[in-house]
């Protein structure tokens, strides 16, 4: 469905108005309090756990997470949110759901949450068109959090956005020598670091819920680092969601968890 784009104020910092904007599912997603989450398609268990908790503190305490749909980060961005509490823009038509990878993922937000796109129904992603999508990702949010990435990376593109609408960029605090385009952003003081997660969701949340932490068989079990096959013979319908998400990873037949 088309999307009356004049009421959303956020577009107005893009450099180009879009002439359509097309989405699926719940509009009152784009009246809240919102925050974009960008970073590495191949991230570490570092910033796989710290995106996780930041999404799913953000949207405990009612800030909608904006993210791009991807592999690695947006989708472990999208997760921590819930899929009701989230919107994905995407580089394609939003019958394409794209990458296939997160091909479910996508689609249960499209039913729970907000799928967006300046693109027609059934088009296909192409390298100009996710630069497209990452302005519209900044765009819409309150501030850009870049959970990770290196010099060179598409992220750059995301960054140069933010500077470009004077938006506030906030990063998780890397070791030197990882996340090397996060880590000079630091040091020259375009970007402040989140220590403290309950803190970073205080600035956008009126009242902090405090959320109790809960527990999760499944990662429960993968921290005792389990074989693959033992781990496929006891939750043979969670372990390939698992790993694609980022929750897992299976390195030589064993599996460990990133959380």
């Not at 999404?55 to 999208?78: E, P, R």
């Not at 949010?141 to 992220?155: D, K, N, P, R, T």
């Not at 009126?206 to 429960?220: G, Q, S, W």
């Amino acid at each position: 469905m088309n999307l009356v784009q004049e009421n959303i104020s956020e577009l107005q910092l893009m450099k180009n108005y879009p002439k359509e904007l097309f989405y699926s599912g719940n509009l009152e997603l784009l009246q809240k309090t919102k925050i974009s989450i960008v970073g590495s398609r191949k991230p570490s268990k570092y910033s796989r756990s710290l995106t996780h908790q930041l999404s799913s503190q953000l949207s405990k305490n009612a800030v909608c997470v904006v993210s791009g749909g991807a592999m690695g980060i947006d989708a472990i961005a999208h997760k921590g949110a819930g899929e009701s509490n989230t919107i994905s823009v995407l580089p394609c038509g939003i019958n394409v759901k794209y990458p296939a990878i997160n091909k479910n993922l996508l689609s249960d937000i499209e039913k729970k949450g907000l799928l967006l796109s300046q693109f027609s129904s059934d088009f296909i992603a192409t390298p100009w068109s996710f630069v497209v999508r990452n302005e519209l990702v900044v765009a819409l949010g309150e501030v850009l959090v870049v959970a990770e990435a290196e010099l060179e990376s598409g992220s750059m593109r995301s960054i140069e956005f933010a500077l470009k609408m004077n938006k506030e960029i906030y990063v998780f605090a890397h070791r030197i020598g990882e996340s090397t385009a996060t880590n000079e952003l630091l040091k020259s003081g375009k970007a402040k670091a989140i220590y403290d997660i309950d803190e970073f969701v205080k600035k956008f949340s009126k009242t902090l819920v405090e959320v109790p932490k809960t527990v999760d068989d499944f990662i429960d079990f993968c921290k005792s680092n389990p074989t693959y096959d033992e781990a496929l013979k006891k939750y043979p319908g969670r372990v390939f969601e698992a790993e694609l998400s980022g929750e897992i990873t299976i390195e030589n037949g064993k599996v460990f968890s990133n959380l």
